[in-house]
């Protein structure tokens, strides 16, 4: 069974550009998450999607910060205009449960860099 | 506030000695507990997780962590360390309200030969 997968690996864009990251979950899971660490912080929720749903988007930072999931599968998190502070790793994680047992499976992250 | 600390921003230790991680949490109700690792240029692996039951917990790669409500902590051990222990750590704690990963801030493993 295939885990979470993300792309691209790393991102290296300019200030003022646009950039959009992807996240394909679990086959099955209904449950998607976006987190993302600054450097030196820790790591921080951004939102979580339920099938196509937005469940809680109370971590996205600005509205410069746009995330998709299309029919429910994977998942796209758009950041335009790119800001120097939006530098990080953005981990996207799913889930099949919700309550109870909820285990969170995460990617490899992608690495972003504005210069 | 929910928060979770690792008060060890780095930790070393030898090959073959033993390790414990310290995690501490704070939060109102029965916590959903869980410990991360990520190796260099790989993802967030789930190592083990705490929900109820035995407070001792077994999880992958020889690891095991017990949770103590009245110290609030979840600590990570593992009797003997191997090269390739040496990653970022992470404890962390589900909100049941809303799902969410409350995290620390990590604790990264060095092993000396």
């Known amino acids: 069974e295939a885990g979470v997968t993300q792309f691209p690996s790393h991102s290296v864009i300019e200030k003022g550009q646009t950039v959009t990251l992807r996240c394909d979950p679990i086959s099955g899971h209904d449950n998607l998450y976006w987190y993302r660490r600054v450097m030196g912080k820790e790591i921080k929720f951004l939102l979580h999607f339920v099938k196509e749903s937005k469940q809680d988007e109370s971590g996205m930072p600005n509205n410069r910060f746009l995330a998709e999931r299309t029919g429910g599968t994977y998942s796209t998190l758009k950041v335009q205009p790119a800001e120097l502070e939006d530098s990080g790793v953005y981990f996207c994680a799913s889930s099949q449960r919700l309550a109870g047992k909820n285990i969170q499976y995460f990617g490899a992250g992608t690495r972003l860099s504005v210069l | 506030a929910q928060s979770v600390t690792q008060p060890d921003i780095h930790i070393t230790v030898s090959e073959g000695a033993s390790l414990e991680l310290r995690c501490n949490y704070s939060y109102g109700a029965t916590p959903y507990l869980f410990w991360y690792v990520q190796s260099p240029g790989q993802g967030l692996q789930l190592l083990l997780k705490?929900?109820?039951?035995d407070t001792l917990v077994q999880g992958i790669k020889g690891f095991e962590a017990e949770f103590k409500r009245s110290q609030s902590s979840f600590n990570l051990r593992k009797p003997s360390v191997h090269w390739s222990d040496a990653a970022e750590y992470f404890c962390?704690?589900?909100?049941?309200?809303?799902?969410?990963?409350?995290w620390g801030a990590g604790t990264k493993l060095i092993i000396k030969p």
């Open positions: 962390a704690v589900l909100m049941d309200s809303n799902y969410q990963l409350i």
């Open positions: 705490y929900f109820s039951g």
